[in-house]
């Protein structure tokens, strides 16, 4: 009892000595409150018209990346390492980033037709560069379709396989209504959404 009693009596008396070490006005000036503006968050225009190049190849990178975790994932299902929903994910960022490059893809086709047209108009380049900037605008717009449909495709087969997984863990007893009928909200969406 003594020993805390001297314990707490030297912490009370360093207390009082550290207080008077700080400064009497504890308030923040407002001014250094806010960040600077740093040149590094200013971005130039060209950098923005260059941009979805490096997105691309981010994009790439990662449709790469997944295709190789989807790959694995497949093995390691296969030993029962891994959870068959979680290879079915894995296999569904696949069809999600291959529908995103696609749509990138048709952007920066797109910038590249706006500025094939602007160089058109001025007269720097001749028709022919034109009409092949344009017939790669119209294969992006279809590869971009397509890759639309296919994620559209497998979203509804995810959600109709999630049902059927939710209706046979309800039907064990480890599942509950409560998410067969999220699932089948879900499907029914998907389904309103396709039509």
């Not at 295709?67 to 929903?85: D, Q, T």
């Not at 294969?139 to 497998?154: C, L, M, P, T, Y």
Request: hydrophobic fraction near 45%; aromatic fraction near 2%.
């Amino acid at each position: 009892m003594k020993a805390a009693t001297l314990f707490a009596l030297t912490m009370i008396a360093l207390a009082r000595l550290c207080a008077e070490d700080l400064p009497k006005n504890a308030e923040p000036n407002p001014a250094e409150v806010e960040p600077p503006i740093l040149p590094g968050n200013l971005v130039p225009e060209e950098s923005i018209k260059s941009q979805p190049a490096s997105d691309l190849g981010q994009l790439e990178r990662k449709l790469m990346r997944a295709k190789e975790n989807a790959a694995a994932a497949e093995r390691l299902f296969k030993m029962g390492v891994l959870a068959k929903l979680e290879a079915e994910n894995r296999a569904m960022r696949v069809v999600k980033l291959e529908a995103e490059l696609a749509q990138a893809r048709l952007a920066t086709a797109q910038l590249q037709v706006d500025q094939k047209q602007q160089q058109f108009s001025a007269g720097e380049i001749a028709r022919t560069e034109l009409d092949l900037a344009q017939m790669q605008l119209t294969q992006a717009k279809q590869a971009a379709e397509i890759a639309s449909a296919n994620q559209k495709k497998a979203e509804l087969d995810a959600a109709a396989i999630n049902l059927a997984r939710q209706q046979k863990l309800l039907a064990l007893g480890s599942g509950g209504k409560s998410a067969v009928r999220r699932a089948e909200e879900k499907l029914a969406e998907l389904k309103r959404a396709s039509q």
